[in-house]
């Protein structure tokens, strides 16, 4: 049964830092990846998908990278801004099936 | 309007109502999906339907019932709820192929709340 897991929980950092956010999963047979942000009470918005045959995929000031062999994923923000902080969730898909199975997410929160 | 929509984006509701929730998809794609988010917990993924079929997680109620007319419409309706159903319902759609699924998109949510 695939688990996916998200470390840090939560991460609060001032304005400007790098930032690294991990994700594992348990069983990797993964047709892809996902990453999404969901600011308080709303919907998910997609970040950035990358398929099991990809190492990694950028959009702006994200990169997130896929090493299946080692279950893991990391999405990586570059000099991070109030307007970042959010909760972030990964969330893979398996081949022929319908389910994502997501993480718990990272809160981030960036301080000015 | 151009991705996924749903309404309403508020609902309040006894537990001797009858309302549903309404998603529409302007997107082309082929599946779509209810998830519903509690505080605290991971997304729970309610119902599928996806390839003309309704896949179901056999955990959820009956008092909560899927319709899927058509690939760019879903709904929820809901009756007799409990106040723990109070959460965010999340609906989202995609492109499924014999392989898998592609990218998911989500609407914004309807906050449920059950008095």
């Known amino acids: ?112 | 309007e151009t991705g996924v929509t749903q309404t309403p984006r508020h609902l309040v509701m006894g537990m001797t109502n009858k309302k549903s929730l309404k998603c529409e998809q302007h997107l082309g794609h082929n599946a779509m999906y209810w998830y519903k988010q509690s505080a605290k917990k991971p997304l729970e993924l309610m119902f599928v339907y996806s390839l003309e079929e309704r896949v179901e997680n056999n955990s959820v109620p009956s008092r909560f019932s899927p319709e899927c007319p058509n690939s760019s419409h879903l709904f929820l309706h809901l009756h007799t709820l409990q106040p723990e159903d109070s959460a965010l319902y999340l609906c989202a759609s995609s492109l499924r192929s014999w392989t898998g699924i592609a990218e998911q998109y989500f609407g914004p949510g309807t906050r449920l709340t059950v008095t």
């Not at chain 1, 304005?15 to 709303?42: H, M």
């Open chain 1, 1 to 112: 049964k695939q688990e996916v897991t998200q470390i840090p929980a939560a991460l609060s950092v001032p304005e400007g830092e790098n930032l690294v956010l991990n994700c594992s999963f348990t069983d990797s047979a993964i047709y892809n990846l996902q990453w999404f942000r969901q600011d308080p009470g709303k919907g998910l918005t997609s970040l950035l998908l990358i398929q099991s045959s990809q190492r990694e995929q950028t959009s702006g000031r994200l990169n997130a990278s896929l090493d299946k062999s080692s279950g893991r994923s990391t999405l990586y923000i570059a000099a991070s801004q109030p307007g970042d902080s959010a909760t972030y969730l990964c969330a893979v898909s398996s081949y022929n099936t319908d389910k994502l199975i997501f993480g718990t997410g990272t809160r981030l929160q960036v301080f000015p």
